[in-house]
């Protein structure tokens, strides 16, 4: 079994994890950021909350130690490694309309919700289903007035984090398309999925 899978840059990919399972997400290069989305297996209703989990964990900057929580208020993930200590959870995945908005390109632009939305259409999720990310690697601040940032990612090569499914998942992986939030090129996102004894799964 190959136990690193490569989302390539722009790209995205789909899978599932068992509750217990862990999932290693790393950043090989450096300042590139990765979309993360969850659904619960069972009820594809159930998914992942920017506005659940910042309430219950009380902070907006979410590393080792937090949980990530559904719309229903059930703990979906435990963070427990953050090398690099800098995630987003404000932003939504960047979309075709983002790059015509923000960046003034009328042209085509690959995104991460068409990624996410590509590669969970096999489940059956849609493209309104997908939820605001968990955007991990992304640094993002904001000034005394609430004027948002989007700065390069702290991230080095090799930093990672790892979370602990709390419930049998689906989850949405991107490496993220949009230039502001990778410092200005685009690199891949590894992931890596072991069992709670740190085992590779059979997906690996």
């Not at 490694?81 to 932003?91: A, I, K």
């Not at 939030?181 to 685009?186: D, L």
Request: hydrophobic share 35%; proline share 5%; with cysteine.
């Amino acid at each position: 079994m190959n136990a690193i899978h490569i989302i390539a840059p722009q790209s995205g990919a789909a899978f599932e994890l068992k509750k217990g399972d862990v999932l290693t997400v790393i950043d090989p290069m450096g300042q590139q950021v990765s979309d993360m989305v969850l659904f619960n297996k069972e009820d594809l209703k159930e998914r992942i909350s920017s506005g659940k989990t910042m309430d219950f964990e009380e902070s907006i900057l979410l590393t080792k130690g937090n949980f990530l929580w559904s719309n229903r208020s059930n703990k979906m993930m435990e963070i427990r490694d953050d090398t690099n200590g800098r995630n987003d959870f404000l932003l939504a995945p960047c979309s075709p309309e983002t790059f015509q908005i923000m960046y003034d390109n009328p042209t085509y632009h690959p995104s991460c919700l068409e990624n996410l939305h590509r590669n969970l259409m096999s489940y059956g999720i849609e493209l309104d289903d997908i939820p605001t990310a968990f955007n991990i690697f992304m640094n993002v601040k904001f000034d005394e007035k609430g004027k948002l940032s989007v700065l390069p990612p702290t991230s080095k090569p090799g930093d990672l984090v790892r979370f602990k499914a709390e419930m049998d998942l689906i989850v949405g992986l991107t490496a993220c398309s949009a230039e502001d939030s990778n410092g200005g090129t685009f690199k891949p996102i590894h992931y890596i999925i072991t069992d709670g004894n740190g085992f590779l799964t059979e997906q690996s």
